[in-house]
Every structure is written in structure tokens, then in C-alpha cells.
Nanobody
Framework: QVQLVESGGGSVQAGGSLKLSCVASGNTDSSDCMGWFRQAPGKEREGVAGIATNGFTSYADSVKGRFTISKDSAKNTVYLQMNSLIPEDTAMYYC??????????????????WGQGTQVTVSS
């Protein structure tokens, strides 16, 4: 089992920045990938960014150039730096951990472990 705890969500105006953190505990060696998904009201959950144990990163097209995923392996923590936020980024953001392929694929939102979520709200 892996436990994931997110923090860092909040409200910001368009153009602003937020940094999300996710601390993992438990059997973290079982997961090749960690990353972030988001779900807006009335929409499907979607992948945002993923990072592999070897440092490989993947992003959804909608956040490329604006969001950066990183990790501190010593702290079992994954971060999501979100810059140039737009209202369309408003959603509940979930940290996740999963095995094998860390590539973010449109329409795919499956993981082995999930955090409880942290709300990000961007106002225009």
C-alpha cells in the first residue's frame, strides 16, 4: 500500500502560480510512476503530469510550458509547479502513483493509488 497526501492548493487569479506537493509513504518502491491528475466539475478525470523513478517526465498538451513536475526522492515527495494559470485549470487535483508506463495519455486516468485531492481555483 502507498499513502499519498497532497497540499498546496488554493485560489489564485489568472496568470498566477501555485505549487502542489505530494508526500508518499508506505511501499513506495512498488510504484514506477507518480503524477498528477485533475477533475473539473462535470468533466472526466484527466492526466496532467507524470514522473518516473528515472526522472522521465510527461505532460498533457494543455499544460506543457506552464506546469513543471519534479520530485525529491529523499523526501518521497512530488511537486507540481503551476505557472501562468488560466480559469480552465480550475479543478480538484489528485496525486497518484502507478506502475509501468508513466506517459500521460489523453483519456487515460488510471492509477494504483490516489491522494484525497486538493482544490485549485483560478479566477479571471
Amino acid at each position: 500500500q502507498v499513502q499519498l497526501v497532497e497540499s498546496g492548493g488554493g485560489s489564485v487569479q489568472a496568470g498566477g502560480s501555485l505549487k502542489l506537493s505530494c508526500v508518499a509513504s508506505g511501499n513506495t518502491d512498488s510504484s514506477d510512476c507518480m503524477g498528477w491528475f485533475r477533475q473539473a466539475p462535470g468533466k472526466e478525470r484527466e492526466g496532467v503530469a507524470g514522473i518516473a523513478t528515472n526522472g522521465f517526465t510527461s505532460y498533457a498538451d494543455s499544460v506543457k510550458g506552464r506546469f513543471t513536475i519534479s520530485k525529491d526522492s529523499a523526501k518521497n515527495t512530488v511537486y507540481l509547479q503551476m505557472n501562468s494559470l488560466i480559469p480552465e485549470d480550475t479543478a480538484m487535483y489528485y496525486c497518484a502513483a502507478w506502475a509501468l508506463d508513466c506517459t500521460v495519455v489523453p483519456g487515460w486516468a488510471s492509477a494504483d493509488y490516489w491522494g484525497q485531492g486538493t482544490q485549485v481555483t483560478v479566477s479571471s
